[in-house]
């Protein structure tokens, strides 16, 4: 797992430019924010998840989630068909702040095309890069 500064970007993973983490698992993607964004949301208070079995497209309205100084979206990282979904969140946010890469999971989806994820999502040094980038522009 690669650190820059205090936050964590597990190696495995791909990331979009709105702090969504994506893993690949099998013929799906399961989708949540990352460490970066939920320290500079602070505690997340509410989150509205996706309903399972709905087709969404790359670049809409995954969910949207709020803390006490921030209120947010995270776009859908690719098309694809919502599978599964962490209902619990809805009513306990917790794990978006406590446990983001594990019990803070948003979603699970069937990606219409799996080639999407690797072309279009940031991964490894790009992925790290593009927190520093983050970083230097929050810290203004």
Known sequence: MAKVDKYEIPDELYY???????????????????????????????VRVPRVGKDMEAGKNLCSMQSGKWAGKIAVPVTGKIVDVNKDLASVPKPLNEDPYGQGWIAVMEPANMADVEANLLHGDKAIDFVKEEMAKHAQ
Do not use: P, S
């Open 16 to 46: 979009t430019i709105d702090h969504a983490w994506v893993k690949i698992e099998g013929n799906q993607v399961r989708i949540g924010i990352t460490d970066f964004m939920q320290q500079l949301a602070g505690e997340i208070t509410f």
